[in-house]
Every structure is written in structure tokens, then in C-alpha cells.
């Protein structure tokens, strides 16, 4: 279990983000690459986690999910 490598947990939920680069492969491997990104989700993001760490799939997909609590407050406005 490495948990130095934080750029394969999920900056909003901790979860594993299953991001392919972050595991040194493709970035034609990631579930990013098939699977269109929330907005919302990408702006809940907080400015010292963009670009290094991806989202997890369930918060990728954003309101799609099972209830928004999953990844705490949604300051939309
Ligand atoms: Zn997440």
C-alpha cells in the first residue's frame, strides 16, 4: 500500500482516482479518456490539487452519482 503517491486518490472524496497515468500508463488507458468530466466536479476542486491529482470516476461523472454528499459541499453560485 503506497500512500506517497497522492496523485491516485481523488483531490475531492479520497477515493482511488483508478487515473492510469498516475500509475505511470496511458493516458488512453484512463477512465478519463471514455467517460466525460463534470464541470462542476472539475471546479469543487481546490487550486493546490489541479494538475495533480485526477478525480475519482464517481465524482468525475458528477451529479450522476447517488447524491452529492459523497464529495462534501458544492460551492456553486
Ligand atoms: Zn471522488
Known amino acids: ?5 497522492t496523485a ?3 483531490p475531492l472524496c479520497g477515493a482511488d482516482n483508478h487515473c492510469a497515468v498516475a500509475r505511470g500508463g496511458d493516458i ?3 477512465w478519463c479518456a471514455s467517460t466525460p468530466i463534470d464541470r462542476a466536479a472539475l471546479a469543487a476542486v481546490p487550486p493546490a490539487a489541479r494538475g495533480t ?3 475519482c470516476p464517481a465524482c ?3 451529479s450522476e452519482t447517488a447524491g452529492n454528499q459523497h464529495c462534501g459541499d458544492r460551492n456553486e453560485g
Not at 500500500?1 to 503517491?5: A, K, Q
Open 1 to 5: 500500500m503506497d500512500t506517497s503517491n
Open 8 to 10: 491516485i486518490y481523488c
Open 28 to 30: 488512453g488507458d484512463c
Open 53 to 55: 491529482s485526477c478525480l
Open 60 to 62: 468525475g461523472r458528477g
